[in-house]
């Protein structure tokens, strides 16, 4: 599996983003993928859990830091995730990764996703 993430960029806060994971090489779908998510790394901390789907894709998860704000959704038809953010602050800025599992059903830990995306900057100005 690929995942090509796409959709960051420079931001004020209070402002939107819309970031986009592309997956190919397998489909999406409850019975042939595990949990999705979508992470982020500001530098010099740690890769954190933003948001995500549980194996079926039927529960969503969301950090505290970011719940009311952002919004994840899924086209399985396009086998592309979704993270729409929204009310963006300076505290939001990092790398946004998103990351999907063969089997894994914990969106929350990231050790246990098997496919990671490249990557995609997101920097938010005060």
């Known amino acids: 599996v690929q995942l090509q993430a796409s959709g960051g960029g420079l931001v004020q806060a209070g402002g939107s983003l819309r970031l986009s994971c592309a997956a190919s090489?397998?489909?999406?779908?409850?019975?042939?993928?595990?949990?999705m998510g979508w992470f982020r790394q500001a530098p010099g901390k740690e890769r954190e859990f933003v948001a995500g789907f549980s194996r079926s894709g039927s529960t969503t998860y969301y950090a505290d830091s970011v719940k009311g704000r952002f919004t994840v959704s899924r086209d399985n038809a396009k086998s592309t995730m979704y993270l729409q953010m929204n009310s963006l602050r300076p505290e939001d800025t990092g790398v946004y990764y998103c990351?999907?599992?063969?089997?894994?059903?914990?969106?929350?830990?990231?050790?246990?996703?098997?496919?990671w995306g490249q990557g995609t900057l997101v920097t938010v100005s005060s």
């Open positions: 990351a999907a599992s063969s089997s894994w059903n914990t969106p929350r830990d990231r050790f246990g996703y098997d496919y």
């Open positions: 090489g397998r489909t999406f779908s409850r019975n042939t993928m595990g949990c």
